[in-house]
C-alpha cells in the first residue's frame, strides 16, 4: 500500500463549479499537509499548508484535514479556466523534512 | 521572495554522458535542498536531501554514484546524473527550505532530462 493514495482524475468541471480533490494517506505520524498546483512541465506551487487537523480558507480554496480518518481535501470554488493543472498533495511527519506526494489529480474546467 | 531557480530547464545528451543541474535560492539561504524526480503522469519522488556542508542523504533505490549532489553553499545544491542512460530520462525538480524546521518548501521550476 502506497503512503498516499490520490486518484489521478482526469477531472472535468464546467466553469463556476466547487471542485473537491482528495488525498488519503497511511501514516498517522503525518501532521504537516500541503496541496500544490502543478502546471504542465513547471515545478510544483504551493496552494494550501495545514498543520494537524482542521480547516484552512484561502481565498475560493479551502483545505481540511481529518486525521482520524487519514483523508485530506482541498476545496475550490467558483472554478475557473486558468484552475486547470494537476494538483498535488503532500505531506510530512516532521517540519522542514521531505514531503510524501501524491501522484496528482489532473483538473480541466471548461468555459 | 522565496524564489528557487533551477539551470538548465531543458537538456538533452547522449547515453553515457555527464549531466549537471544546478539549483539555486535566489533570495535566500536555503539551509536543506532536497531533489525529486518525476516521470510522465507520476508523482514527485524524492530522491535525496541535501544540508550545506554535509553529504546528501539518499532515499533507497537511489545510487548515490550515479546521482551526485554537493551542497557547496547556502544559495547552490547541484545534481549530476553520471553516464545517463535513457532510462534516467525524467523531470528532475529541486525545492528549498529557508530555515531548519519549517516545513514550507518552495519548488524550482524543474528541470527536463532526455537521454538519447
Known amino acids: 500500500q502506497k503512503e498516499v493514495e490520490q486518484d489521478p482524475g482526469p477531472l472535468s468541471v464546467p466553469e463556476g463549479a466547487i471542485v473537491s480533490l482528495n488525498c488519503t494517506y497511511s501514516?498517522?505520524?503525518?501532521?504537516?499537509f500541503m496541496w500544490y498546483r502543478q502546471y504542465s512541465r513547471k515545478g510544483p506551487e504551493l496552494l494550501m499548508y495545514?498543520?494537524?487537523?482542521g480547516n484552512k480558507e484561502d481565498g475560493r480554496f479551502t483545505a481540511q484535514v481529518d486525521k482520524s480518518s487519514k483523508y485530506i481535501s482541498l476545496f475550490i470554488r467558483d472554478s475557473q479556466p486558468s484552475d486547470s493543472a494537476t494538483y498535488l498533495c503532500?505531506?510530512?511527519?516532521?517540519?522542514?523534512?521531505?514531503?510524501?506526494f501524491g501522484k496528482g489529480t489532473t483538473l480541466s474546467v471548461s468555459s | 521572495g522565496a524564489v528557487v531557480s533551477q539551470h538548465p530547464s531543458r537538456v538533452i545528451c547522449k547515453s553515457g554522458t555527464s549531466v549537471k543541474i544546478e539549483c539555486r535560492s535566489l533570495?535566500?539561504?536555503?539551509?536543506?535542498m532536497f531533489w525529486y524526480r518525476q516521470f510522465p503522469k507520476q508523482s514527485l519522488m524524492l530522491m535525496a536531501t541535501?544540508?550545506?556542508?554535509?553529504?546528501?542523504?539518499?532515499e533507497q533505490g537511489v545510487e548515490k554514484d550515479k546521482f551526485l549532489i554537493n551542497h557547496a553553499s547556502l544559495t547552490l545544491s547541484t545534481l549530476t546524473v553520471t553516464s545517463a542512460h535513457p532510462e534516467d530520462s525524467s523531470f528532475y525538480i529541486c525545492?528549498?527550505?529557508?530555515?531548519?524546521?519549517?516545513?514550507?518548501?518552495?519548488f524550482g521550476p524543474g528541470t527536463r532530462l532526455t537521454v538519447l
Open positions: 501514516n498517522s505520524a503525518f501532521q504537516y
Open positions: 503532500a505531506m510530512s511527519e516532521q517540519a522542514g523534512t521531505a514531503l510524501i
Open positions: 495545514t498543520y494537524s487537523s
Open positions: 525545492s528549498a527550505s529557508r530555515v531548519a524546521g519549517e516545513d514550507e518548501q518552495f
Open positions: 533570495d535566500f539561504q536555503a539551509t536543506t
Open positions: 541535501s544540508n550545506e556542508g554535509s553529504k546528501a542523504t539518499y
